[in-house]
């Protein structure tokens, strides 16, 4: 049995007022009569005393506790569950990785212990979302403890965002009308959950946790010829309190380990850069808090990449045209991730059709008679990764009048072409541009630099390698294979835990996720990298909004009515009968003779 | 005698001053006629001529009639009477019942009663029930005028008569005022009373307590006369139960004052003295205004 209104349940504090009221009047009054003859007739003494100490206790006495105990029970609307029927129930865990915080006990562990419990209570025949980045159905149908538990080890509270209402959705599609849906978090409910199909668990405690929340490695050039590493380190303290940690740097090139002291104040972060060498492997940095773990440690591995071999092919000896190769050459080295080759390129840049070579990628800039000038901004393909943060406004850009590019438009001034792509079997990609440049001034605005850099990044994404190699946890990213490892069937990644994962490769991309923090060793074939997954993600960090506490009550909603058999009902009868009874006792018409 | 009880006596005379004694059932008698009766009798007022009949008194003979029409005519005369009231005013405690109106209510009426006496010409004499039946002192003079009212008996009248009986002038009229509220047969006190009376009225004055008990609840209930308690537990039904023994009770004394030809009233105290309205006497036809 249950109550749904449980809290009603405080008038039975009226039972001892009751009691009260009766020891109270229990006492007698004196009363002076003209005769007594006339009340000898009466039941004496059917109540009251010469003494105030002892409760008297006539029959509407029991009547009236009755009533006001079958009162208060039916307020509080008792109901049973139907024993033959089991609760159809969908559970939603939430799966970030917040919910491994916690002191003794972590929060994940609160939540399968109560859970637990629920299921050894009552009859539920549950099924189990777990709400991560994307909601995923971690189980069959659940009915037993033992499968419940079972099925609990796979909720690992890695995610580094909790889907919830996505999770939620999911669970109403699969629960239909008649399922409850439980949620269990570290945090309250957004919205408020009365009278709902939802019933929300919380088992946060809210925490100060000082926590990573930013890390990043990123290959730099000292200028002095020698290449390193900068490291950034984001620390914050969700605390409302100051807060000092010891940050423990490790991996570094002397194989030694430093420590340092990190002093923030409430609310506060700090930002640490490092320059490392490039030789420096594997940088882990840790903090020595204990609210949660999973954010104490950050893995960086170095991303340094070769740079893309680009060999421009100006065969025009014009002013114009040298001065067009001092801006691409200009535009080359300020992106950092050029080299500028005679051989064996990458990408060829040329001002005239040449036959494409193998392996590289080819930019035409072709001119002719006739130029035409046109003034930005011009219409351009927006989901082309050439065009990423362009915007070619007041750009004159002149163009021969009867030449046009084959391909796929990218940039037009109207109906002229003035840019297209032509992707080829290989997968090199052709880009013809009509460009008089001696009539133009795209090269001195600054959507030149901005398309030089695109242009690169695009070469080198083609380039065989990881396209990062410090990733956040559920972060995706691409592998671009190389011939050999495109050419085998499977990839194994090792994950941070020792479990190693296979993975079927298909073209020459793959695309990986880390899905726990820690380091992860990717084999495709004869390529082979590392690369580091770090939970830094300032939302799941912050622990001072957790809260413990149950919100939303199932039994109030109307479509579990049929799951019940409400005993409201009869404790009202009860209340009436008695309450009936005592009032024929009190009109004379109930009192037995004797 | 406390002053409470005189103003009492000077409010129920002043109630009773506007009334007298109507026609009662048969003709209070006296010795010294004052007044004159609806009887015939010997008096030197006439009051019919009637066909003679045998053994009629020759000297009341018509004889002027006679000449005139042949017929034997005898004169009637009024009879001159001198009526006297009784009045026996119950003096138990009970008539004095704390928290009511009921001693004011009853000495108020015996002083209107009274009065309605003395506006009829009416010799008076009244008595208190006591240790027996005794005179009140002056209570042939106006009832401001009465001493030694005590309302401390723990007798009821009942046994009060038992103890002394009242010396009752015979054919007057008779008045009892009390609340009548004894255990015992209404004869015993109705026969000596009602005997030999021209009238008798039973005057019985409950307090509103006493006619409909509104307190429920645990009570601790005092005789006041014997001073023997009793609890109780009062309930709605127990209260209904008490009317029903009043009722019965009131009844009994209806129906002996039917057989010794009394007259029963009853009055609510706190109602009577309310406005003192003696409408219900002049409706039994016992006052009238005068």
Redesign the interface.
Known sequence: MFFALPWMLLGLLGLPALTAIYWLRSRSRPRVVSSLFLWSDQRIPRQGGKVVEKLQTPLIFFLELIALAAIALAAAAPALIRSQYSRPLVIVLDDSYSMQAGNDQTFREQAAQKLAAEFRRINYVARIIVAGAKPRLLSAVIRTPDELHQALKDWKCNSPIAGLDSAISLASEIGGETSRILVLSDHPPDADLSAGKIQWWGFGTPLGNLAFTAAARDAVDGGDGQLGDRVLLEITNFGSQPAQATLLLSGMSDKSSSRQAVNLAAGAASRIILNIPDSTGILQASLDTKDLQTDNTVSLVSSRKRPLRVQLAISETTPAAQDLQSSLTRGLEATGQSQLVNVLPELIITDHLQPSTEGAHQWEILTGPEPISFEGPFVMDRSHPLTAGLSLEAVIWTAPKEVTPEGNPIITAGNHVLMTDIEQVSGRHLFQTVFTPALSNLTESPDWPIFITNLVRWCLASVPGPAMSNVRLGQQFKVTLSAEAAAVETATMTAPDGTIQTLPVHGKQLELQGDMPGLYEVKIGPMQFPFACNAVNAEESNLSACETGQWGQWNLSDVYQDQHFNLDWICILLALGCLMFELMILTGRGVPSS | MPDEIRQFLIAGEQAGARYRFASLGRTPQGTAGTQLARSAGESMEFMEHRDYQPGDDLRRMNWSAYARSDKLVVKIFRQEICPHFDLILDGSK?MQ???TR?LEAAVGLAAALACAAENSGYSRRTYLTQDGCHPVQGGTERPPAWHGLEFTSSHNPAESFRLQLPSLRPHGVRVIIS?L???GNPLEVLNPVTDRAAATLVLQV??A??ADPQ?L??????????G???????????V???RD??NR?QQAWRLACRQTGATFLSFIAEDLCQNWDLSPLVEAEILAMS
């Open positions: 009970s019942l704390p928290g009921k609340d509220l004894w255990m409950l307090a307590e006493d307190e609840g645990n009570h601790r209930l005092v005789d006041s006369e014997s023997q308690s009793l609890d109780l537990y009062i309930e709605a039904g127990g209904e139960r008490y023994n009043l009770h």
